[in-house]
């Protein structure tokens, strides 16, 4: 199935179920989320990355508007509905500000596996405590999937790109999965590493014959 969309290019990457709040000041983009929320159409959201405009995104359905300042500009709230694959640019429509793309919509398989989610929560949960980070989930443990996850576990913008990119439950979970397991015994050793800095400049008490060390 091919259609036509709407294209808002944005420095992020946006996945399905995923509820994104967007501040809109430019003309084209304010002509866009007033064209698509006034026939309640979709636009897609495509990564703006190394100077270029990714080929895969995601649709987003706009919420509400929940804003519009005295200029015009607006704030919006809007949530991650489907994946799609840009077949054709259309930088120009007529009387529009704002271009498009031709699309298809790749299948998508949610063939995860139950253990290694747990075992991605556990990962998570270390991680963020490394980090003294504390993070609530809007779902139950059991409902969450890879991409309730992936925004939290230290991905660059091209790494959330490339699990954007994976179109099965189960690559996502392996591809989250040796991050996190690269990730924290990195963090784990700049922990101790810290530690050792803090100690400079104590007072200490060295032997050469023993190694012993006392502060």
Same mark, same amino acid.
């Given at each position: @199935?091919?259609?036509?969309?709407?294209?808002? %290019?944005?420095?992020?990457?946006?996945?399905?179920?995923?509820?994104?709040?967007?501040?809109?000041?430019?003309?084209?983009? *304010?002509?866009?989320?007033?064209?698509?929320?006034?026939?309640?159409?979709?636009?897609?959201?495509?990564?703006?990355?190394?100077?270029?405009?990714?080929?895969?995104?995601?649709?987003?359905?706009?919420?509400?508007?929940?804003? =519009?300042?005295? /200029?015009?500009? @607006?704030? =919006?709230?809007?949530?991650?509905?489907?994946?799609?694959? =840009? +077949?054709?640019?259309?930088?120009? +429509? %007529?009387?529009? +500000?704002?271009?498009?793309?031709?699309?298809?919509?790749?299948?998508?398989?949610?063939?995860?596996?139950?253990?290694? @989610?747990?075992?991605?929560?556990? /990962? =998570?949960?270390?991680?963020?405590?490394?980090?003294?980070?504390? *993070?609530?989930?809007?779902?139950?443990?059991?409902?969450?999937?890879?991409? /309730?996850?992936?925004?939290? $576990?230290?991905?660059?913008?091209?790494?959330?790109?490339?699990?954007?990119?994976? @179109?099965?439950? $189960?690559?996502?979970?392996?591809?989250?999965?040796?991050?996190?397991?690269?990730?924290? %015994?990195?963090?784990?050793?700049?922990?101790?590493? *810290?530690?050792?800095?803090?100690?400079?400049?104590?007072?200490? *008490? +060295?032997?050469?014959?023993?190694?012993?060390?006392?502060?």
């Amino acid at each position: @199935m091919t259609n036509f969309i709407p294209l808002f %290019p944005l420095n992020i990457v946006v996945y399905p179920g995923e509820q994104l709040n967007l501040h809109i000041f430019e003309p084209r983009y *304010k002509q866009l989320i007033n064209d698509c929320f006034g026939e309640k159409k979709e636009f897609g959201i495509a990564t703006a990355m190394n100077n270029s405009i990714t080929e895969i995104g995601t649709t987003v359905e706009i919420l509400s508007i929940e804003r =519009i300042h005295e /200029d015009g500009e @607006m704030d =919006i709230r809007t949530v991650g509905k489907t994946i799609f694959r =840009i +077949l054709e640019r259309v930088d120009e +429509l %007529p009387e529009k +500000l704002y271009g498009g793309a031709i699309v298809s919509y790749p299948e998508n398989i949610d063939d995860g596996v139950e253990s290694k @989610m747990i075992g991605l929560l556990r /990962d =998570i949960r270390q991680f963020h405590s490394l980090l003294e980070v504390k *993070k609530e989930y809007k779902k139950r443990e059991k409902d969450l999937i890879t991409y /309730d996850l992936a925004h939290h $576990a230290g991905l660059s913008l091209e790494q959330e790109y490339e699990l954007l990119c994976l @179109m099965q439950e $189960a690559q996502r979970q392996e591809f989250l999965q040796r991050h996190l397991k690269k990730t924290i %015994p990195t963090i784990t050793e700049l922990q101790h590493l *810290k530690k050792r800095i803090e100690l400079n400049g104590h007072f200490r *008490k +060295l032997s050469v014959n023993d190694g012993n060390e006392e502060a």
